[in-house]
């Protein structure tokens, strides 16, 4: 194992201690359960691999959402983003979906993607309700800085959540015009939102665990990954 | 209506019916796997001597979705059909059963001996509230349109009242859609393949997060999804049956009737009142009555009105259609099967396409082919498709001849 | 400005309408009068529409459809907190769709004071 040398210690953020997320699962139509936990930073390889794929889709904007979340997972694996975190959503310990982003401040939460890997069951929208409940519920911070990448997102999380513009204020993934999440209206939204119970049952949680690579993806016919 | 002359039999000879969801090529691509399909059953060889006398391509969006006037000119020319008789055919959702019934006149006046009817849609290249946009464009400009009234929006007013006078309950319409869903899964050409879970989205606390209002009371899995799809068939003379490779399934009876543009004007806001009048038109020009129906594809847009149009085809007293549901007789095995493909609810709904899709149905049942999904011993199938918000409205009955 | 909204009457037989048709229902007339539809109605059936067509930057609209004292029916948008069917509400005309160059006037109907 590599020595931590001075230098590279110089280089790394320090970083705040953050209330974990506690898992939770929400049943989804087809009865089966979308289970929504926190990775750690030792999971970050494995879960790029379920990834890597999209990066090249250009259908609803896949290729840069996935791109930029393989560089955000890599940094924070690599100790180069400051208090980074990830949500994953499997359903039957199949990888089906992710979120991500990092706190700003103590106060203000910067969120980053949302990728869904299944489609047609809304699990999104689920993911990101989670992300938001993570920043607020758990983090206990005042507001959320979100912006969106495709047409898709912005109809999800900016109409939908009625999200404050504030274009003033530069959000880290550049200069898509930034909206806010407020406590404000994250209560008015929460309930129609935000689903899921906790705790995961033990047995559901060892499944999730299993974090499975998906085999086939939507976004690209005929894909089939090798064994 | 009917004069003394009689009028050419006409039966369907060939059925074509790629799987709905999304596709990946063009509309012209997508209507032409149909159309092969539907010929290859038939036993018509492509080429010289293939004796279609007529096309008939029905599609609401060709022109405005995807930029593409006279369409069935274009696929004449792309089968070598020429020099084939075409016209393309917009009845909103209801097209693909108009265009049927044109083909039916072509042939039943002695203009024609063969017509290939190909309905086809593909609006997985807009977004969904482009979509829904796009199908609004059929009601009334300034009276309803112009005020972001959409479909599912009638769909909401018109359940919120039918619940309130019979009592149907958001339950009962969530057994529908699982109904038909669970059909579908027999039917390869579906486009969802998943079976909701009733308590998941009734019952389950997180049943409004995963199954969220659409348009109060009605749910995400009420409403029928955005599909791709086409499908086809050929339709002769039943005096010149023998130049097909399948028996003919005899169309017996079609009726139509409009309703008021505007909803708000109907004077019975609960009635769908040009189902009821298409459906009885039909059976009058079969000689059947609703007892005889061994199988029905009703369109089901929204779960509401697959109960509804159950009640006005005459298969269950008004307000009663729900009742049918709890007790199980509108599935596969019950009283009277509804929406055996899965519907438009499971199956999809490529707006030119449906009316065509739901014959086809009835045609693979009367023949006996439905597989996992068929209504034993079927000898007579009605279809309805509904156009705008119930203001044009087709019923065919199609009936097996004896052997 | 003030913008109002219109029944159409038939100069022959009297029936209402609206919108305008080129012919009457009742009697086949085609001259028609202006009157103003306005006032207090009866709501007869609402929902709330989550799913908006392109156009609409907001997370759902009311809306609803309604009966003047005059027995006309029409649909229009509902912005009322609890509607309920049966309520008696005003209606308003206002803007109902946002156009490049050209805004849309309808029916808005809300509570009465």
């Known amino acids: 194992m590599a020595v931590l040398d001075k230098m590279e210690a110089q280089l790394r953020p320090v970083e705040t201690p953050m209330v974990p997320y506690p898992a939770k699962y929400i049943t989804q139509a087809s009865g089966e359960k979308l289970v929504v936990h926190q990775l750690s930073r030792d999971d970050v390889p494995h879960l790029l691999k379920a990834i890597q794929p999209l990066t090249t889709v250009e259908k609803d904007f896949y290729d840069v959402v996935a791109c930029r979340v393989v560089s955000e997972l890599v940094g924070w694996l690599r100790y180069r983003v400051k208090d980074e975190y990830c949500l994953l959503g499997t359903v039957n310990g199949e990888i089906v979906g992710m979120v991500n982003g990092r706190m700003l401040t103590e106060k203000i939460g910067m969120s980053y993607h949302t990728l869904a890997i299944r489609q047609g069951l809304r699990l999104g929208a689920q993911l990101f309700a989670a992300k938001m409940e993570y920043h607020m519920d758990f983090l206990k911070q005042d507001e959320v800085w979100v912006v969106a990448e495709s047409p898709n997102g912005f ?72 064994a | 209506m009917r004069g003394e002359q009689r009028l050419r039999e006409v039966g369907i000879v060939g059925v074509g019916h790629p799987p709905f969801g999304k596709y990946e090529g063009s509309l012209m691509d997508m209507l032409c796997e149909a159309a092969v399909e539907a010929l290859d059953d038939a036993g018509v060889k492509t080429g010289a001597g293939h004796g279609v006398d007529q096309v008939l391509v029905s599609t609401m969006g060709g022109s405005q979705v995807n930029r593409q006037t006279g369409v069935a000119s274009a696929l004449v020319d792309s089968l070598n059909l020429r020099p084939a008789m075409a016209e393309t055919v917009e009845n909103g959702p209801a097209s693909g059963a108009s265009a049927v019934k044109l083909g039916y006149m072509a042939i039943a006046s002695g203009m024609c001996d063969v017509v290939l009817v190909v309905g086809g849609e593909r609006m997985r290249v807009l977004s969904g509230w482009e979509a829904t946009d796009f199908v609004a464009t059929m009601l009334h400009p300034e009276a309803e349109y112009a005020y972001g009234l959409t479909l599912p929006s009638f769909a909401g007013m018109f359940t919120r009242l039918i619940m309130a006078k019979y009592g149907v309950t958001e339950r009962d319409l969530a057994m529908v859609s699982v109904k038909n869903h669970e059909n579908a899964m027999f039917n390869p050409s579906a486009h969802i393949q998943l079976v909701p879970n009733l308590e998941a989205i009734t019952e389950d606390e997180d049943a409004l997060t995963i199954n969220p209002y659409v348009a109060e009371p009605l749910h995400l899995y009420d409403t029928c999804p955005v599909s791709d799809g086409a499908a086809a068939v050929v339709l002769c003379a039943l005096d010149v049956r023998e130049r097909f490779a399948r028996r003919p399934i005899k169309i017996a009876g079609i009726g139509q009737a409009t309703d008021t543009h505007v909803v708000a004007e109907r004077e019975v806001p609960t009635d769908l009142l040009a189902v009821r009048l298409a459906a009885k038109r039909a059976y009058a020009m079969a000689g059947l009555e609703p007892q005889d129906i061994d199988v029905a594809e009703l369109h089901d847009a929204f779960t509401i009105l697959e109960v509804v149009e159950s009640e006005e085809v005459g298969f269950f007293p008004r307000g009663e259609g729900h009742l049918a549901v709890r007790r199980g007789e509108t599935r596969i095995g019950g009283r009277i099967p509804i929406n055996t493909s899965g519907g438009l609810k499971a199956k999809g709904h490529p707006l030119g396409a449906t009316g065509v899709s739901q014959i086809i149905e009835l045609v693979k049942q009367l023949r006996g082919e439905a597989h996992g999904r068929q209504v034993k011993g079927a000898k007579a199938g009605l279809a309805v498709n509904f156009g705008g918000f119930g203001n044009n409205v087709v019923a065919t009955i199609l009936a097996g001849e004896e052997e | 400005m003030d913008r109002e909204m219109v029944a159409y009457q038939c100069s022959r037989c009297g029936e209402l309408h609206h919108p305008l048709h080129y012919v009457c229902r009742k009697c086949g007339g085609r001259d028609f009068a202006e009157v103003p539809l306005r006032g207090e109605a009866t709501l007869l059936t609402w929902t709330k529409v989550y799913n908006l067509p392109e156009g609409y930057m907001k997370p759902f609209l009311g809306f609803g459809i309604v009966e003047f004292g005059n027995g006309l029916r029409v649909a229009g948008q509902l912005e009322v907190d609890q509607p309920e069917c049966g309520m008696k509400v005003r209606a308003k005309v206002d803007v109902v769709r946002e156009g490049i160059g050209q805004d849309y006037y309808g029916f808005i109907f809300i509570q009465k004071e």
Do not use: D, N
Request: charged share 30%; aromatic share 12%.
């Open chain 1, 155 to 226: 109809k999800r999380w900016m109409i939908e959540y009625e999200l404050e513009p504030r274009f003033e204020q530069w959000h880290e993934l550049g200069g898509v015009p930034t909206y806010v999440l407020t406590r404000k209206l994250w209560e008015k939204h929460k309930a129609a939102k935000c689903g899921g119970r906790r705790p995961v049952p033990e047995e559901l949680m060892a499944v999730a665990k299993q974090m499975i690579l998906p085999s086939t993806y939507g976004q690209i016919p005929g894909y089939r990954r090798e």
